[in-house]
């Protein structure tokens, strides 16, 4: 529910400002499968990606959300953002954190130690990619951030439908993405117009195949301590 809560805070701050077209809509459906059967899966997100990039400002720009640092865990554990948003890192326990990342840049960033503090540390994501966030401090805190190169993004439920709305006009791809994945899913490219909707011909499907969890270190490259309680 938290993941759902704040997925939905992203796509109310990444709507455009302001007087704006009428917009068009999209629907339809996407589908987790393993071994040829459709499963269920947290974590499923769909974006709608421009064929031709627009000019302008970041579609991130003025969009903020948060990670929370919460019982030595990240809450929720996966964003997606569009490029230029900035997400904060508030430290919720009563002990000091690190939020980094060491992701090939762009996407490498370091917040370094700070103890409770509810608003945080922030980082502005300029870059589309997938970035790995990890606590120096604490080997079990990991989340994950997805930069795209939109504003319309949603979390897909269990039905699996696909609903974007006030949409600009435009000629669009469907991307389908889980953190992890060794691949997203696209559709064909679709023409959004004003005060129209337009229907997915075919239900999308993303072939569940996880990459194996990849162990990390600390932020100086040396092995976290051996946690003996």
Known sequence: MKRLLLATLVLALAAPTGPAPHGGSVRGRIRVIANG??????DVYVYLQPVRRRRGALPGTGVSTEIRQQKEEFVPHVVVVPVGASVAFPNYDNEEHNVFS???????????RYNTDKK????????????????????????KVKVVDT????????DGKIAFDHV???TYKVMGWLPDNKEETSSEPIVVTD???????????????LLPVRPHTRKDGTQYPIYKP
């Open 37 to 42: 059967k459709p499963v269920a899966h947290d």
């Open 102 to 112: 060491p992701t090939d840049p762009p996407g490498q960033f370091d917040l370094q």
């Open 120 to 143: 945080g540390k922030s980082h502005v994501f300029e870059d589309a990619g997938e970035i790995d966030i990890y606590c120096d401090i604490h080997k079990q805190m990991r989340a």
């Open 151 to 158: 504003p319309y993004i949603a979390a897909v439920g269990a």
């Open 168 to 170: 600009a006009p435009g």
């Open 195 to 209: 005060d129209k909707t337009t229907v997915l011909p075919d239900e999308l499907h993303l072939q569940l195949d």
